[in-house]
T-cell receptor, first 111, second 114 residues
Framework: GDSVTQMEGPVTLSEEACLTI???????????LFWYVQYPGEGLQLLLK???ADDKGSNKGFEATYRKETTSFHLEKGSVQVSDSAVYFC??????????WGAGTKLIIKP | EAGVAQSPRYKIIEKRQSVAFWCNPI?????LYWYQQILGQGPKLLIQ????????DSQLPKDRFSAERLKGVDSTLKIQPAKLEDSAVYLC????????????FGPGTRLTVL
């Protein structure tokens, strides 16, 4: 069945460091891909999405490119801030349009 | 625009007790989802409603969990009786319709079963 695998956390970085959180997927067909973020004490929020191969989603300085050849959707940011500390979830929209989620990656940014 | 509302935010009960969670989706959103999120894992879909009808409840433990959305607006999720392994965050989300639309999430209810 469809699945999402993302790198285990926590990931700890210093402020202004570069970030990459890896996400790979297994799916039939052509799913849409999403990154959601969960800040402490808050609900999940959509961070960015891509609906077809080679699409790049971007928001708040974060980017991810839908790579069909490597079945990946890695999340990147050039310079992280303390306020980016959160749990990040990669997800795909399965053939029945339901979301299949990764386990989440906790990001800790130190000043 | 008001977001998805959930209550209570926290609940502590003993095993074998019952508990109910309430969700009010964003106005006009036809699709409502209940998820269970165990610590360290991604959300797991329990049930999906389209208006007041059930689209998918294949992962809902029906011997103890029930959910309803009688008027196609707000929804209640109940657990009776609760088990220790039900300790989790219960998330409600809504979307305009099914079919890949963005899901908007409430803050969740953190349930602890002792």
């Amino acid at each position: 069945g469809d699945s999402v695998t993302q790198m285990e956390g926590p990931v700890t970085l210093s402020e202004e460091a570069c970030l990459t959180i890896n996400c790979t997927y297994t799916a039939t067909g052509y799913p849409s891909l999403f990154w959601y973020v969960q800040y402490p004490g808050e609900g999940l929020q959509l961070l960015l999405k891509a609906t077809k191969a080679d699409d790049k989603g971007s928001n708040k300085g974060f980017e991810a490119t839908y790579r069909k050849e490597t079945t990946s959707f890695h999340l990147e940011k050039g310079s992280v801030q303390v306020s980016d500390s959160a749990v990040y979830f990669c997800a795909l929209s399965a053939s029945n349009y339901q979301l299949i989620w990764g386990a989440g990656t906790k990001l800790i940014i130190k000043p | 625009e008001a977001g998805v509302a959930q209550s209570p935010r926290y609940k502590i009960i003993e095993k074998r007790q019952s508990v109910a969670f309430w969700c009010n989706p964003i106005s006009g959103h036809a699709t409502l989802y209940w998820y269970q999120q165990i610590l360290g894992q991604g959300p797991k879909l329990l049930i999906q409603f389209q208006n007041n009808g059930v689209v998918d409840d294949s992962q809902l433990p029906k011997d103890r969990f029930s959910a309803e959305r009688l008027k196609g607006v707000d929804s209640t999720l109940k657990i009776q009786p609760a088990k220790l392994e039900d300790s989790a965050v219960y998330l409600c989300a809504s979307s305009l319709r099914t079919g890949g639309n963005e899901q908007f999430f409430g803050p969740g209810t953190r349930l602890t079963v002792l």
